[in-house]
Each structure stands twice: as C-alpha cells, then as structure tokens.
C-alpha cells in the first residue's frame, strides 16, 4: 500500500464548481475548508420565477430535482457537513469520489487509475494522509459521467444547481415532452464532461455535478423562448427582484462563463469547470434549435383585419 500525500491539501472537481478541501493542521486538529457557492459559477442575477406557463405537470424534473436532494443525503458531502472532520472522513469521502465520480483522464483512456483513495488514514513525518492502493473494484468510466451527475460538493452547490433546474427545466420538458427531455439532460451532462476531459486530458480529479446537464438545460431554454421574461434578484443592487428578459440573464451568465473559461478573467471563488458550463449550454442551444416554433408576425394596430380591394 503506498501513501498518497496530496501537497497538504485535497483538491476535488465538482463539476461546475470544484470544491477545495485544506488538510490545516492546527491546535484544532484536521479541518475541511469547502469552498462552494452560486457565486461561484459565475451568477450575477439569482433568477425565482419564468413567465412561461406549463401545458402539463414536469413529472421529470420534479423527478430528478427529489434524486438530486435524496443521493445527496446519503452521500459523505452531506454526512460530513460540519466545520471539523476527522482524517478518517477526509480520506473516505476522497475514496467515495474517487470511485464514483467521473474522472477526465479515466474518461479518455476507458480505464481506472492505477492507484486510488483506500479510505484510510496514513502517517508520514509530513502529517496525516489518505493511503492510496490498486483499486479492489471494477469502474466503469463511461458510466461514472451518469453518477456524477447525481453528486454533489455540498449544500450551496446542491440547492444552486437544483434552483436553476427546477425554474428552466419544467417548460424545457413541456416542450420536448418527458422521455426526450430525460435523454436530452443526460446527453448534455455526457458532452460536458467528455467535451471537459478532452481539454483536461491528464485530469486525474473527480468532477461531479449536475452543472454540465442543467448549462445544457439553460442553453434549450435560451433557444426556445427568447423573448420570455424571468424575475430575479440582483446581489449588486441589494437583491432587489427585477423583471429581466432571459436572453439577459442566460445570455449574461453564458458569457461570464465563457470569459472565465478562456482566462479572461479569474474568478474569486476558486477553480471552477467553467469549460463544463460553456461546452453543456452550447449542446443544448444546438440541440434545442430546431423545437422552436416560429414567431408570428404581429399585425400593427392600425392594419386593417379585412383584405385589401
């Protein structure tokens, strides 16, 4: 068994955001330090409510919204919430996520890493670390992208995404109707993360997340009703709920996306899979393109309804 030491700190990409945990030894003992958040994904309005009424109930969304909140709970990012962890639980929630999770390098290569995360704890004289070993299970790749998309970073990652899902997601469904959107979600999370991988080739950290689904979600969205209007709050402007048109909201978000993924800009937040974002919302833009209906033309007031003699 050889002892993994991961630079005095454990660093995981959780799809559209990466949270990363500090091994600080102190007077305290070991602490996990997760750094997540809406902000961190790039968002300067929090949208609460489309004005798009529904032709039928979103059974699938409402579906995936319960599975998101329900694997989170049985996940280690939910049992080990609180301000002090234990090395012990450090070391099995990398092992949880190292076996679960997609992982770029593992998705490129269709095999497992030669070595990973056992869940225990190992001395050296720099401190505690997680012992690493042959993996003792078989992992599929191709199917780790589907459980990814189930896993979360912790609560602010989990209810930022489910926030967007469950605002944009059910006239998406209404639209597609329930089985292509379900096919639809999942194709998008499949090409963010392999669209991710192939830029990341020799990624070997776990990305998880339901980001690179719902950006896909976002960009159909986009694409089939332009010109509906979305009331959200605005941080900057002391949250105050405005009447935004959603090509400004999405359109805006897209873009921070895009700016942070090219290194433009730098977000305060950390490292984030902002290629995810870029490369799901584009796929679903794409996707979504040829469902939109045709606008019909709007007859001036003055025109007259009667055919001209």
Request: glycine share 8%; net charge positive.
């Amino acid at each position: 068994m050889q002892v993994q030491q991961r630079l005095s700190q454990v660093s995981r990409y959780r799809d559209a955001r990466i949270a990363i945990k500090l091994l600080l030894i102190d007077a305290a003992g070991l602490r996990r330090v997760d750094v997540i958040g809406v902000r961190q994904s790039g968002v300067v309005v929090i949208p609460v409510h489309d004005e798009n009424p529904l032709r039928r109930t979103p059974w699938v969304t409402y579906a995936l919204v319960a599975a998101n909140i329900i694997i989170f709970l049985l996940t280690p990012a939910a049992q080990f919430a609180g301000p002090e962890v234990t090395p012990a639980q450090v070391c099995q929630d990398e092992a949880f996520y190292d076996r679960y999770s997609a992982i770029p390098r593992e998705l490129l290569t269709n095999e497992q890493l030669p070595l990973v995360p056992t869940g225990e704890v190992a001395l050296n004289p720099e401190g505690p670390a997680c012992a690493t070993s042959p993996p003792a299970y078989h992992k599929l790749p191709y199917l780790s992208v589907l459980y990814s998309m189930f896993l979360h970073g912790g609560w602010a990652h989990l209810l930022g995404n489910m926030l967007f899902l469950w605002i944009f997601g059910n006239n998406v469904e209404d639209r597609f109707g329930r089985l292509a959107y379900l096919g639809f979600y999942v194709l998008c999370g499949y090409i963010a993360a392999y669209g991710f991988a192939l830029f990341n080739a020799d990624l070997a950290q776990p990305l998880i997340g339901a980001s690179g689904a719902i950006a896909g979600v976002l960009g159909a969205y986009l694409a089939l009703y332009p010109r509906v209007r979305v009331w959200s709050l605005v941080p900057f402007l002391f949250f105050i709920p405005l009447r935004l048109p959603v090509w400004l909201v999405l359109g805006l978000w897209f873009v921070i996306q895009w700016v942070y993924s090219v290194g433009i800009a730098v977000s305060e937040a950390g490292s984030v899979a902002y290629l995810a974002h870029v490369i799901g919302f584009v796929a679903g833009y794409l996707i979504a393109r040829p469902f939109r209906k045709p606008t019909q033309p709007v007859r001036a007031a003055t025109d007259s309804p009667w055919p001209a003699r």
